[in-house]
């Protein structure tokens, strides 16, 4: 049977990079995974490897361009992972670059921070994916796993009921997600590290400030304040997981309910996505 598509890369490639300046050292911590699309179906349908590369080399290049470069924005250095592998596979047409940026900061220690301890962040973790082909570089970034939550200005009511429903409105609840966000810039003429920050901020501010009728509501103003704030950006897609809190019934056991005591639960949960594009 002929093939329709094929792919093949390596996967999960770890790096961790310490840059030193005298008693001050920086961490990067990423994740990367790297995918080939070209003219390899020989390889599938005579076992004929001439042309591929093999996928320990690539995740040896990755070590050795970070080394070479060193790695200053995930979205710098896939591009350039993405070029250096079409420069030299002939049969490739495409690549695709995955990372993800596991956040480290330095350990304050009184007034200052140790230039040599470090404290994980999240869980939220930065991303970025790279296509090449030999025309250009589609760049997307984005944030996973941002987990948020407020704690008033936010509602669900005005639905439709059936015999099913046994969901009670509300005007006044607690509404917490756990965002998955990635958006897509112009061009690759853009300062990503400042405007991934400037992407997040614009996130966090819309959410903290929007007074939300459902969480639909509140993911269509988030993107909206993004593409209103950050001329770089030219799409962007949100997912946001409705992690529910829901009152505790405090009257079964003789005290008032002030709207203060939840359980918080993540299974099942609603599932509310999104893209916006200029």
């Known amino acids: 049977?002929?093939?329709?598509?094929?792919?093949?890369?390596?996967?999960?490639?770890?790096?961790?990079?310490?840059?030193?300046?005298?008693?001050?050292?920086?961490?990067?911590?990423?994740?990367?995974?790297?995918?080939?699309?070209?003219?390899?179906?020989?390889?599938?349908?005579?076992?004929?490897?001439?042309?591929?590369?093999?996928?320990?080399t690539m995740k040896n290049t990755v070590y050795a361009l970070a080394a070479r470069d060193k790695v200053r924005e995930p979205e710098s250095f896939a591009t350039t992972l993405g070029r250096h592998f079409l420069d030299r596979n002939p049969r490739l047409h495409r690549t695709s670059i995955d990372i993800t940026a596991h956040g480290w900061g330095h350990i304050p220690v009184g007034d200052r921070e140790h230039g040599q301890a470090f404290v994980r962040r999240g869980p939220d973790t930065r991303t970025a994916r790279v296509i090449?082909?030999?025309?250009?570089?589609?760049?997307?970034?984005?944030?996973?796993?941002?987990?948020?939550?407020?704690s008033s200005h936010s509602a669900f009511a005005g639905f439709p009921r059936d015999e099913f429903t046994t969901l009670p409105e509300t005007h006044d609840r607690l509404l917490a997600t756990s965002l998955t966000s990635t958006w897509r810039y112009r061009d690759e003429e853009v300062d990503f590290g400042p405007s991934w920050r400037a992407v997040r901020a614009a996130l966090l501010e819309s959410f903290a400030n929007h007074d939300s009728l459902s969480v639909q509501h509140t993911l269509h103003a988030m993107g909206q304040a993004v593409l209103d704030t950050v001329d770089a950006v030219e799409s962007?897609?949100?997912?946001?997981?409705?992690?529910h809190h829901l009152p505790v019934d405090?009257?079964?056991?003789?005290?008032e309910n002030r709207n203060e005591i939840f359980v918080a639960t993540e299974e099942p949960h609603g599932l509310i996505t999104a893209t916006l594009s200029r």
């Open 236 to 243: 962007i897609a949100l997912e946001m997981p409705n992690r």
């Open 1 to 56: 049977m002929p093939l329709s598509q094929t792919s093949y890369g390596k996967s999960r490639i770890r790096l961790v990079q310490v840059s030193r300046r005298g008693d001050r050292h920086d961490l990067r911590d990423l994740t990367v995974a790297v995918r080939f699309e070209g003219e390899y179906d020989t390889s599938y349908t005579e076992g004929d490897n001439r042309d591929v590369l093999p996928t320990d």
């Open 132 to 150: 090449t082909d030999r025309q250009r570089s589609d760049v997307v970034a984005g944030v996973a796993d941002l987990v948020i939550l407020k």
């Open 250 to 255: 405090l009257s079964r056991f003789g005290l």
